[in-house]
C-alpha cells in the first residue's frame, strides 16, 4: 500500500508571514488536493492538479499559491497568514475518472497563527 | 455549482439501534455525480466508507449502506444496528467530472453503550 505525507504537522505562524505546506505520495496517483477545514466544517478545495505542472483552483483558492513540480508531490503556500487563523489543511490523491475512484488522505497539518 | 448537504450536526444513537444519516446533493456539471460516504475515526485520518457510481445503486461497507437515489438527489446512509466503534465522523461527497470532489459539513455518530 501507498501513504500520503504531510508535513509539518503543526505550523505556528505570525500575521502577515508567508507558510508551506508540503505533501508527497507514494500511490503514483495523477491527482492531488488541498482541502482546508474549519472546526467543525467540511472540507473546502483549494487547489487541486491533475498531473505534474498541473494547477486547478477550487473554490477558496484566493490568498494560496500551490507547486506540483513532480508527481509525488503537492505543495501549498499560504501567500499571508491572517491573525488568529486556526485550521487543518489536509492533502489527497486519487484516480479519479474510473471505477476505481477513491481519495486518500494525509493525516493533515493544523495551522495557528499568533 | 455542486454541493453536498448534510443536515445534522450530530447524531446521538444508543447502541445496537438503527441509524441514519442523511445527506442530498446538487450537481449542476454533471448528471449522474459518483457519491462517497467517508469517515474519520478518532485518532485516524480520512478514509472511505463507502461509494455508488451508478444511480439507484447501494453500497454497502462495515454493516453500513447507501442508495443512490437520482430522483430526491439523496445518497443516506444507514445501518441495521450500530455498536460503539462506529463512533466516528461521517462525511457524504461527491466527484465531479472535473476531478472536482466536493463533501458535506459531516455528521458526528456518537453511539451510546
Known amino acids: 500500500g501507498g501513504i500520503i505525507t504531510q508535513t509539518p504537522k503543526f505550523l505556528i505562524g505570525q500575521e502577515g508571514q508567508k507558510l508551506t505546506l508540503k505533501c508527497q505520495q507514494n500511490f503514483n496517483h495523477d491527482t492531488m488536493y488541498w482541502y482546508r477545514q474549519d472546526s467543525g466544517k467540511g472540507l473546502r478545495l483549494i487547489y487541486y492538479?491533475?498531473?505534474?505542472?498541473?494547477?486547478q483552483k477550487g473554490d477558496l483558492s484566493e490568498g494560496y499559491d500551490a507547486s506540483r513540480e513532480k508527481k509525488s508531490s503537492f505543495s501549498l503556500t499560504v501567500t499571508s497568514a491572517q491573525k488568529n487563523e486556526m485550521a487543518v489543511f489536509l492533502c489527497?490523491?486519487?484516480?479519479?475518472?474510473?471505477?476505481?475512484?477513491?481519495?486518500?488522505f494525509g493525516h493533515g497539518t493544523k495551522l495557528s497563527v499568533l | 455549482g455542486d454541493s453536498v448537504t448534510q443536515t445534522e450536526g450530530q447524531v446521538t444513537v444508543s447502541e445496537s439501534k438503527s441509524l441514519i444519516i442523511n445527506c442530498t446533493y446538487s450537481?449542476?456539471?454533471?448528471?449522474?455525480?459518483?457519491l462517497f460516504w467517508y469517515v474519520r475515526y478518532p485518532g485516524e485520518g480520512l478514509q472511505l466508507l463507502l461509494k455508488?457510481?451508478?444511480?439507484?445503486q447501494k453500497g454497502s461497507s462495515r454493516g453500513f449502506e447507501a442508495t443512490y437515489n437520482k430522483e430526491t438527489t439523496s445518497f443516506h446512509l444507514q445501518k441495521a444496528s450500530v455498536q460503539e466503534s462506529d463512533s466516528a465522523v461521517y462525511y457524504c461527497a461527491l466527484s465531479d467530472n472535473n476531478n472536482r470532489i466536493f463533501f458535506g459539513d459531516g455528521t458526528q455518530l456518537v453511539v451510546k453503550p
Open positions: 450537481a449542476t456539471s454533471i448528471a449522474y455525480p459518483n
Open positions: 492538479s491533475i498531473t505534474e505542472n498541473d494547477l
Open positions: 455508488v457510481i451508478t444511480a439507484g
Open positions: 489527497a490523491s486519487s484516480i479519479t475518472g474510473t471505477t476505481n475512484e477513491r481519495l486518500f
